[in-house]
């Protein structure tokens, strides 16, 4: 899958699946693409990649027809213009609550390599020079922006952040909402499927993607996915591992 078909079927609400990658392991390349994935989420936020680790995965994943998606650290243009750089077709930004820091990401994506008074002046006015717009939209027609929704203060800007022209898709990150909205880790909390049923009809509305960080089993995912769910990005490198291998040692601890 390319960057441009990827993001078509966010707006169009098309289903794609992935997961996360913790470790800068060329192995699980091979892996990703014998199961089938169509992204990876390259978790540049709380995991210690280095930008030279960025890039070398980057590359591994475009070269299989993986969409390599980065979350950066914070919503700030000069760590989504690096990431970028070294090969990421999709930015996440976590912990979004503002207007300003959802137009500063899609400025920073959709508009490489503009920076500086044009480029605000461009996404305010909607007007730019003919030849500079055909070259940016085709420079950047495969790169997409994706921003985390983590909290109550997210929740009661979803309209308006929704409404940002040139966001791709909203990603629920169900560890810290939980935990925001006073009720950590309980993922079959009402209040917190409330939320989540929330997102994806904001999210549907305006014609976004949306989906969901989940590890915890497939049943609320496909639940969510029959009300309009398509980002799924379900456990990682890491998780898969120790819950196969802990199945595995327990079963065989038991002949002891």
């Given at each position: 899958m390319n960057g441009n078909i990827f993001i078509q079927k966010l707006h169009e609400g098309n289903p794609v699946f992935g997961s996360a990658i913790t470790q800068p392991c060329a192995l699980w390349t091979r892996i990703a693409k014998e199961i089938g994935l169509d992204f990876v989420f390259i978790d540049n936020e709380h995991r210690p990649f280095s930008r030279q680790d960025i890039a070398n995965l980057c590359q591994l994943y475009a070269a299989q027809e993986i969409v390599p998606i980065v979350r950066i650290p914070g919503p700030d243009a000069s760590l989504a213009c690096m990431a970028l750089d070294s090969g990421?077709?999709?930015?996440?930004?976590?912990?979004?609550?503002?207007?300003?820091?959802?137009?500063?990401l899609v400025g920073a994506v959709k508009y490489s390599p503009?920076?500086?008074?044009?480029?605000?002046?461009?996404?305010?006015?909607?007007?730019?020079?003919?030849?500079?717009?055909?070259?940016?939209?085709?420079?950047n027609s495969h790169r997409s922006?994706?921003?985390?929704?983590?909290?109550?203060?997210?929740?009661?800007?979803?309209?308006?952040?929704?409404?940002?022209?040139?966001?791709?898709?909203?990603?629920?990150?169900?560890?810290?909402?939980?935990?925001n909205s006073g009720y950590p880790q309980e993922y079959e909390h009402s209040d917190f499927i409330r939320d989540v049923e929330e997102i994806i009809r904001i999210g549907r509305k305006y014609k976004l993607g949306v989906g969901i960080h989940a590890w915890w089993g497939t049943s609320p995912i496909i639940k969510w996915m029959e009300k309009g769910l398509n980002l799924i990005l379900y456990s990682s490198d890491y998780m898969a591992a120790r819950q196969k291998l802990g199945e595995d040692f327990k079963k065989l601890r038991e002949m002891e």
């Amino acid at each position: 899958m390319n960057g441009n078909i990827f993001i078509q079927k966010l707006h169009e609400g098309n289903p794609v699946f992935g997961s996360a990658i913790t470790q800068p392991c060329a192995l699980w390349t091979r892996i990703a693409k014998e199961i089938g994935l169509d992204f990876v989420f390259i978790d540049n936020e709380h995991r210690p990649f280095s930008r030279q680790d960025i890039a070398n995965l980057c590359q591994l994943y475009a070269a299989q027809e993986i969409v390599p998606i980065v979350r950066i650290p914070g919503p700030d243009a000069s760590l989504a213009c690096m990431a970028l750089d070294s090969g990421a077709w999709g930015i996440v930004a976590p912990y979004i609550e503002r207007v300003a820091d959802v137009e500063e990401l899609v400025g920073a994506v959709k508009y490489s390599p503009l920076k500086g008074e044009i480029l605000k002046k461009g996404q305010k006015t909607g007007v730019w020079p003919a030849k500079t717009l055909e070259f940016l939209n085709q420079q950047n027609s495969h790169r997409s922006v994706i921003i985390n929704i983590e909290s109550q203060p997210a929740l009661e800007n979803l309209e308006e952040l929704a409404a940002v022209p040139g966001l791709d898709a909203l990603l629920i990150g169900p560890h810290d909402l939980t935990i925001n909205s006073g009720y950590p880790q309980e993922y079959e909390h009402s209040d917190f499927i409330r939320d989540v049923e929330e997102i994806i009809r904001i999210g549907r509305k305006y014609k976004l993607g949306v989906g969901i960080h989940a590890w915890w089993g497939t049943s609320p995912i496909i639940k969510w996915m029959e009300k309009g769910l398509n980002l799924i990005l379900y456990s990682s490198d890491y998780m898969a591992a120790r819950q196969k291998l802990g199945e595995d040692f327990k079963k065989l601890r038991e002949m002891e």
